[in-house]
């Protein structure tokens, strides 16, 4: 009994349910799986097509996302600043402008920040 | 004396153009990472200033929008910083295994319940999904829709590529803490993503 325990403990660690897999995968992405995890994973996506899937499908979204994520600021033409808030910003900007330009004019020198 | 505050660094527009040029892109760019309209204004606002105190310092190397960019994503991070701080992550000891979203997916023995709870064949080279403007709308569309505190953290490190330990100091949480978050928005955009691109493939084929 103790040995069929022992076996079954030992079977569960070596081949870890899909659940788990799916958690290292997000942290193998991360760098931050233990050589054991990484050993058993390999083992589990030998078997599992699913898991192999999942992982193949979360490295693609990474790589896609890292090579050029300003291409998802290209699309998405809906979110625009509303008139109001583009003259508001222009305005806080000449506002900033003025000050420096004047400040810099009194002291006959370029500003310096001050603090 | 020349008035140095007023002069432009070479390769940099007038400032007074920056808001119409950019504007709009800066903006798409901040509701990306804080899913706030009023917020991400602001932080328009806030990167345009810091970008006009600095425009002396600007060396011209990259494109006057990617330092515009570049600046935004300190703004961001300044922002992450102090939301995470006045509201900080809460109870994710609690939020352990159990109240995933993909609990479901499985099975009480922890493996997929069946081919039809796991993951779909994406009927494409993965690698070549950059090359589809399409993809690029329906991963906006699905991190739109990510919660906002999972999107602050996906943006920070998958998206910027901020460093683990800096995430965690940012967001005021440990690593494992980080390692649950990540997880969790990643599982979530990987199933969007897929419930979106299946979905809107065969229409794309149609026409």
Same mark, same amino acid.
């Given at each position: 009994m103790?040995?069929s325990?022992w076996?079954? =403990?030992?079977?569960?660690?070596?081949?870890p349910p899909c659940? #788990?897999v $799916?958690r290292?995968?997000?942290?193998e992405?991360?760098?931050q799986?233990?050589?054991h995890?990484?050993a058993?994973?390999q083992v %589990?996506?030998?078997i599992?097509a699913?898991?192999k899937?999942?992982?193949q499908?979360?490295?693609?979204l990474?790589?896609?996302?890292?090579s050029?994520p300003?291409?998802?600021?290209d699309?998405?033409?809906? *979110?625009?600043?509303?008139p109001?808030?583009?003259? %508001?910003?222009k #305005? $806080?900007?000449?506002?900033?402008?003025?000050r420096r330009?004047?400040s810099?004019?009194? *002291? =006959?020198n370029p500003?310096?920040?001050?603090m | 004396?020349?008035?140095?505050?007023?002069?432009?660094?070479?390769g940099? @527009?007038s400032?007074d153009?920056?808001?119409?040029q950019h504007?709009?892109?800066?903006y798409?760019c901040?509701m990306?990472?804080?899913r706030d309209?009023?917020v991400?204004? =602001?932080?328009v606002?806030?990167?345009l200033?810091?970008?006009?105190?600095a425009r002396?310092?600007?060396?011209g190397? @990259?494109?006057?929008?990617t330092w515009?960019?570049?600046?935004?994503?300190h703004?961001?991070i300044?922002?992450?910083?102090r939301a995470?701080?006045?509201?900080?992550?809460?109870?994710l000891e609690?939020m352990?295994a159990?109240?995933?979203?993909?609990?479901s997916?499985?099975?009480?023995?922890?493996?997929?319940? *069946?081919e039809h709870?796991?993951?779909?064949d994406?009927?494409?080279?993965?690698?070549k999904?950059?090359?589809?403007?399409?993809?690029?709308?329906?991963l906006?569309?699905c991190?739109e829709?990510?919660?906002e505190?999972s999107a602050?953290?996906f943006?920070l490190?998958?998206i910027d590529?901020? =460093?683990s330990?800096e995430?965690?100091?940012?967001l005021?949480?440990?690593?494992? *803490?980080?390692? $649950?978050l990540? %997880?969790?928005a990643?599982?979530r955009?990987r199933?969007?993503?897929?419930?979106?691109?299946?979905g809107?493939r065969?229409g794309?084929?149609?026409s």
């Amino acid at each position: 009994m103790t040995i069929s325990r022992w076996v079954t =403990d030992v079977l569960t660690w070596l081949l870890p349910p899909c659940r #788990e897999v $799916v958690r290292w995968t997000s942290q193998e992405l991360d760098g931050q799986l233990r050589w054991h995890q990484r050993a058993r994973m390999q083992v %589990h996506l030998l078997i599992c097509a699913l898991c192999k899937r999942y992982r193949q499908q979360l490295i693609a979204l990474r790589a896609a996302l890292r090579s050029d994520p300003e291409r998802l600021a290209d699309v998405g033409d809906a *979110n625009q600043l509303t008139p109001a808030a583009k003259q %508001h910003i222009k #305005e $806080v900007l000449q506002k900033s402008t003025t000050r420096r330009t004047a400040s810099a004019d009194a *002291n =006959d020198n370029p500003p310096v920040p001050k603090m | 004396m020349i008035d140095n505050s007023t002069k432009i660094a070479p390769g940099l @527009s007038s400032p007074d153009t920056w808001v119409d040029q950019h504007g709009d892109y800066l903006y798409r760019c901040a509701m990306l990472r804080v899913r706030d309209a009023e917020v991400a204004q =602001d932080i328009v606002q806030e990167t345009l200033l810091a970008a006009l105190q600095a425009r002396h310092s600007f060396a011209g190397q @990259s494109a006057e929008r990617t330092w515009l960019v570049g600046i935004l994503k300190h703004k961001v991070i300044d922002h992450v910083r102090r939301a995470s701080r006045e509201k900080p992550f809460e109870n994710l000891e609690r939020m352990t295994a159990a109240d995933d979203d993909d609990a479901s997916c499985f099975g009480d023995d922890g493996h997929w319940r *069946n081919e039809h709870y796991g993951p779909a064949d994406w009927a494409c080279d993965p690698r070549k999904l950059t090359e589809n403007t399409q993809f690029w709308e329906v991963l906006r569309y699905c991190l739109e829709r990510l919660p906002e505190r999972s999107a602050q953290v996906f943006s920070l490190k998958d998206i910027d590529g901020v =460093d683990s330990d800096e995430v965690c100091k940012v967001l005021n949480v440990t690593p494992s *803490n980080l390692w $649950v978050l990540l %997880h969790r928005a990643r599982a979530r955009l990987r199933e969007c993503f897929e419930t979106q691109w299946l979905g809107a493939r065969p229409g794309e084929r149609k026409s």
